[in-house]
């Protein structure tokens, strides 16, 4: 393999900021030109939305329940064990809820749209596109931003609502306590600026994943081994750069919307 | 000459090229830091067929990607139809690539879309053909290149020669004034690459389609310019000994990213270059 030099390296960096920029910004402004390509956004959405329901509901529902086991150990020792719904439902709505969604829909949409698109770009399927007067960022990756961006917010929602029912099923069933205090206790303590901290990421995450997964398809270069390259490139990428943009983002509203 | 027949100033413009429809000018280009084409020029007269050969890697399906602006050149001026395609952003390119079609080197159909659906593509995009008119002219492409029985299968379910024929179906569903086909007979056996060359014959003769075509195969070009297409027996016949009749059809060869003959098949067969004498013999 040629080594690079640092500065060849350094640039190399900043064309792919640069390259990823410009499509992410040609994502949002083929919303507002023609055509709009609706039936390919619906065909994404039921590909995105509906087929990662059962690894989100799976996803939320054990994270909620091992919230509350994890949470009772500690609770227990300062006799606050009614308080388990707080802390369960705190947690999954500001942060694991948006959070372990974003990485499970990463793993399973950023890595097959980079496959796909990736596929497509090695067979001149890309090209093809192109030289049929069609551009690929329109059809192609716009939809699926917008599938993702909005499926995305409302898997967020499934996976906090089952979060806090598996955090329930622990509650009651193995450690006794009262489903209405549960509940209760649960629903009471959340604030507005905890449900906007909980829907606002899923929209930025929603982004990351389909930019990312869009872009590593399309520069893929080299074959099969090029698809294989780029599809592992693009869980990586967007799973650190959800981590990444969940800690700003955390910290703006915090300083937006202080309690 | 290409000064005289287009303006340069109005460059996404089209402007009218009465004679001529596709020129080159100088046209360089390099992949990492290699130079694969260095200063190529030529032009494809309107109807012409302008076969392109070299050996593997002396850029001519690059020339075909250059003359559609999927990549740019480093110098040089292209101009397809009258378009400046160098001053041309993607956006603007759409509109002239909507005149020109393009079969690709291993067809490179949509492999999630049937038959219908590819050679359709462009009518679709469209968006303002009804059903009928759009089930009618794939039909009738598809029939072109005697594959209707294969309309609602998948690019999988076809063989390497049905599905360059597809291809080519695709290409010339919406009647382009200008075809480029990158090597659409490559890896292909004698008999599929004969029926090949007979769309292509045909689309040259009886659509007097500009064609620029990309081949090692040498056979293929030499069959293209020593036959016609008889439409009333609906067949390719060969040319007469003495015939006068004018088959539109040149060639163009490369090497080490120049270009070192243009001109008709006779003056080829009669170069006295050592490497051509090679390379046809």
Same mark, same amino acid.
């Given at each position: 393999?040629?080594?690079?030099?640092?500065?060849?390296?350094?640039?190399?960096?900043?064309?792919?900021?640069?390259?990823?920029?410009?499509?992410?910004?040609?994502?949002?402004?083929?919303?507002?030109?023609?055509?709009?390509?609706?039936?390919?956004?619906?065909?994404? !959405?039921?590909?995105?939305?509906?087929?990662?329901?059962?690894?989100?509901?799976?996803?939320?529902?054990?994270?909620?329940?091992?919230?509350?086991?994890?949470?009772?150990?500690?609770?227990?020792?300062?006799?606050?064990?009614?308080? =388990?719904?707080?802390?369960?439902?705190?947690?999954?709505?500001? &942060?694991?809820?948006?959070?372990?969604?974003?990485?499970?829909?990463?793993? +399973?949409?950023?890595?097959?749209?980079?496959?796909?698109?990736?596929?497509? #770009?090695?067979?001149?399927?890309?090209? !093809?596109?192109?030289?049929?007067?069609?551009?690929?960022?329109?059809?192609?990756?716009?939809?699926?931003?917008?599938?993702?961006?909005?499926?995305?917010?409302?898997?967020?929602?499934?996976?906090?609502?089952?979060?806090?029912?598996?955090?329930?099923?622990?509650?009651?069933?193995?450690?006794?306590?009262?489903?209405?205090?549960?509940?209760?206790?649960?629903?009471?303590?959340?604030?507005?600026?905890?449900?906007?901290?909980?829907?606002?990421?899923?929209?930025?995450?929603?982004?990351?994943?389909?930019?990312?997964?869009?872009?590593?398809?399309?520069?893929? #270069?080299?074959?099969?081994?090029?698809?294989? +390259?780029?599809?592992?490139?693009?869980?990586?990428?967007?799973?650190?750069?959800?981590?990444?943009?969940?800690?700003?983002?955390?910290?703006?509203?915090?300083?937006?919307?202080?309690? | 000459?290409? &000064?005289?027949?287009?303006?340069?100033?109005?460059?996404?413009?089209?402007?009218?090229?009465?004679?001529? !429809?596709?020129?080159?000018?100088?046209?360089?280009?390099?992949?990492?830091?290699?130079?694969?084409?260095?200063?190529?020029?030529? /032009?494809?007269?309107?109807?012409?067929?302008?076969?392109?050969?070299?050996?593997?890697?002396?850029?001519?399906?690059?020339?075909? #990607?250059?003359?559609?602006?999927? =990549?740019?050149?480093?110098?040089?001026?292209?101009?397809?139809?009258?378009?400046?395609?160098?001053?041309?952003? /993607?956006?603007?390119?759409?509109?002239?690539?909507?005149?020109?079609?393009?079969?690709?080197?291993?067809?490179?159909?949509?492999?999630?879309?049937?038959? #219908?659906?590819?050679?359709?593509?462009?009518?679709?995009?469209?968006?303002?053909?009804?059903?009928? /008119?759009?089930? +009618?002219?794939?039909?009738?492409?598809?029939?072109?290149?005697?594959?209707?029985?294969?309309?609602?299968?998948?690019?999988?379910?076809?063989?390497?020669?049905?599905?360059?024929?597809?291809?080519?179906?695709?290409?010339?569903?919406?009647?382009?004034?200008?075809?480029?086909?990158?090597?659409?007979?490559?890896?292909?056996?004698?008999?599929?690459?004969?029926?090949?060359?007979?769309?292509?014959?045909?689309?040259?003769?009886?659509?007097?389609?500009?064609?620029?075509?990309?081949?090692?195969?040498?056979?293929?070009?030499?069959?293209?310019?020593?036959?016609?297409?008889?439409?009333?027996?609906?067949?390719?016949?060969?040319? !007469?000994?003495?015939?006068?009749?004018?088959?539109?059809?040149?060639?163009?060869?490369?090497?080490?990213?120049?270009?070192?003959?243009?001109?008709?098949?006779?003056?080829?067969?009669?170069?006295?270059?050592?490497?051509?004498?090679?390379?046809?013999?």
């Amino acid at each position: 393999m040629e080594l690079l030099s640092p500065v060849d390296y350094a640039k190399q960096g900043v064309l792919a900021v640069q390259n990823y920029s410009l499509l992410s910004w040609r994502s949002i402004a083929n919303l507002f030109a023609h055509p709009r390509y609706v039936a390919d956004t619906l065909m994404q !959405a039921d590909l995105i939305g509906v087929g990662s329901l059962p690894i989100v509901v799976l996803t939320g529902f054990f994270t909620g329940a091992v919230l509350a086991l994890q949470g009772a150990n500690t609770l227990q020792r300062f006799g606050s064990l009614s308080m =388990i719904g707080q802390l369960v439902s705190l947690s999954m709505v500001r &942060e694991l809820g948006p959070v372990l969604t974003g990485l499970m829909i990463s793993g +399973r949409n950023s890595s097959g749209m980079a496959s796909e698109l990736g596929s497509m #770009k090695v067979t001149e399927q890309i090209d !093809a596109m192109r030289a049929l007067g069609t551009d690929p960022t329109k059809k192609l990756v716009t939809p699926r931003v917008v599938a993702t961006v909005f499926m995305l917010f409302f898997l967020t929602i499934i996976s906090d609502l089952v979060g806090l029912t598996g955090g329930f099923m622990v509650a009651y069933l193995m450690l006794g306590l009262d489903a209405n205090q549960y509940w209760s206790n649960a629903w009471q303590n959340l604030v507005f600026e905890d449900v906007l901290m909980g829907l606002v990421k899923p929209l930025f995450f929603g982004f990351i994943i389909a930019t990312v997964g869009c872009y590593y398809g399309l520069s893929t #270069k080299g074959g099969t081994q090029g698809v294989g +390259r780029s599809t592992t490139q693009a869980v990586v990428a967007a799973s650190v750069l959800i981590l990444i943009v969940d800690f700003f983002v955390t910290r703006m509203l915090m300083v937006f919307f202080p309690h | 000459m290409a &000064e005289l027949l287009i303006n340069q100033e109005r460059g996404g413009t089209p402007t009218e090229t009465q004679h001529t !429809a596709v020129v080159f000018d100088d046209v360089s280009i390099e992949f990492d830091g290699n130079p694969v084409l260095d200063g190529v020029s030529f /032009e494809v007269a309107r109807g012409e067929t302008k076969a392109v050969f070299g050996v593997a890697g002396v850029g001519k399906s690059t020339i075909l #990607k250059l003359g559609l602006g999927l =990549i740019k050149p480093d110098r040089g001026k292209i101009y397809v139809l009258g378009y400046d395609v160098m001053q041309m952003e /993607e956006e603007e390119l759409f509109e002239l690539r909507r005149k020109v079609g393009m079969v690709f080197q291993e067809s490179a159909l949509f492999d999630s879309l049937t038959v #219908k659906e590819n050679v359709a593509f462009r009518l679709i995009e469209e968006g303002d053909v009804s059903e009928e /008119e759009i089930d +009618r002219r794939v039909r009738e492409a598809l029939r072109f290149v005697e594959l209707e029985h294969t309309v609602g299968m998948f690019p999988a379910e076809l063989s390497g020669g049905m599905r360059r024929r597809v291809a080519i179906a695709r290409a010339i569903i919406t009647q382009p004034e200008v075809l480029f086909y990158d090597s659409p007979t490559g890896g292909l056996d004698p008999i599929t690459s004969t029926t090949i060359v007979e769309l292509l014959v045909k689309q040259r003769d009886v659509y007097k389609t500009t064609a620029l075509l990309v081949t090692h195969r040498l056979q293929d070009a030499f069959t293209m310019a020593t036959h016609y297409f008889d439409a009333k027996a609906n067949q390719m016949r060969p040319l !007469a000994a003495h015939s006068t009749r004018d088959v539109h059809t040149s060639f163009l060869l490369l090497k080490d990213g120049k270009v070192i003959f243009d001109g008709s098949g006779q003056e080829l067969s009669h170069n006295q270059d050592e490497y051509i004498k090679e390379y046809i013999s």
